[in-house]
Nanobody, 130 residues
Framework: QVQLVESGGGLVQAGGSLRLSCTSA????????IGWFRQAPGKEREGVSC????????YYADSVKGRFTISRDTAKNTVVLQMNSLRPDDTAVYYC???????????????????????YGKGTLVTVSS
């Protein structure tokens, strides 16, 4: 069973920051490509940022480039999404995801981020007020 657990969501004012974390008690996140996706009310789920196995390469959606940073904390078996300069249109449920595939190639992780992954956590709600 694939288990992914997100945390760190909450309510923040526009211009503020939040730090989301994704972890698993079942497998080592460092071994696989991991992504952050989000779904706003009435909208389709979209890939926000993804990272290859061992953190060699990253992908960011155009809407978050320069504001969000994805990283790994291997010691804590965690993938972190640092979100700065938040805007009201960042409001969404944020999901951690994986295909449970070893991915080193930047083009492959970009494709996975654009098209979706197989396994998702339950999500954490981020609300940005204006």
């Amino acid at each position: 069973q694939v288990q992914l657990v997100e945390s760190g969501g909450g309510l923040v004012q526009a211009g503020g920051s939040l730090r989301l974390s994704c972890t698993s008690a079942v497998f080592s996140l460092d071994d696989y490509g991991i992504g952050w996706f989000r779904q706003a009310p009435g909208k389709e789920r979209e890939g926000v940022s993804c990272i290859t196995t061992r953190a060699g390469s990253t992908y960011y959606a155009d809407s978050v480039k320069g504001r969000f940073t994805i990283s790994r904390d291997t010691a804590k078996n965690t993938v972190v999404l640092q979100m700065n300069s938040l805007r009201p249109d960042d409001t969404a449920v944020y999901y951690c995801a994986t295909d449970l595939s070893v991915v080193y190639d930047s083009d492959l992780i970009s494709a996975s981020c654009r098209h979706g992954m197989d396994h998702y956590g339950k999500g954490t709600l981020v609300t940005v007020s204006s």
